[in-house]
């Protein structure tokens, strides 16, 4: 799992689903990582710094840190991935834009003029099947499974 915080020294960690081995991975050029979201298939982190106006991505590990987007990004908040795009919302731009995850490039408001704006999560509708050591035919836990490396 991986999480933002933006208190006294801003960072993002990554910790096993049972809370063990957790780490910093991210720990400078840092103010309010508000959004983040995994690409697993990439094995990239990306994340939105309000305060700094920009979205960033690295490896999971935090290594190979790059700068996707810092043009006209007044203020992103909300954040998600899905497929080859980013999409965020923007407090003071009320609206919700997409780019490409890579670059930040053909950048798209999708939907503008909201109040109130928060988070946003892009899903598939139809998610892929897959087949999960946790599935109930495949594990022996009576009430919780959370898969560590």
Not at 46 to 56: G, N, P, S, T, V
Not at 86 to 113: F, L, P
């Amino acid at each position: 799992m991986f999480w933002s915080d933006w208190g006294k020294i801003p960072r993002i960690e990554r910790a096993w689903l049972d809370g063990r081995a957790r780490e910093v991975i991210i720990d400078t050029e840092l103010v309010w990582p508000n959004g983040i979201a995994l690409d697993t298939e990439g094995q990239k982190l990306y994340w939105c710094d309000a305060k700094m106006d920009r979205i960033e991505m690295s490896s999971v590990d935090g290594s190979g840190r790059v700068v996707v987007s810092d043009k006209n990004l007044p203020h992103p908040f909300g954040f998600s991935l899905l497929g080859e795009f980013i999409y965020w919302t923007d407090w003071q731009d009320r609206n919700i834009q997409r780019a490409e995850k890579e670059d930040g490039s053909h950048r798209v408001v999708m939907v503008s003029h909201l109040d109130d704006l928060m988070g946003a999560k892009a899903v598939l509708t139809s998610p892929p099947s897959t087949t999960s050591p946790c599935s109930p035919s495949l594990s022996p836990c009576s009430h919780l499974c959370l898969l560590t490396p």
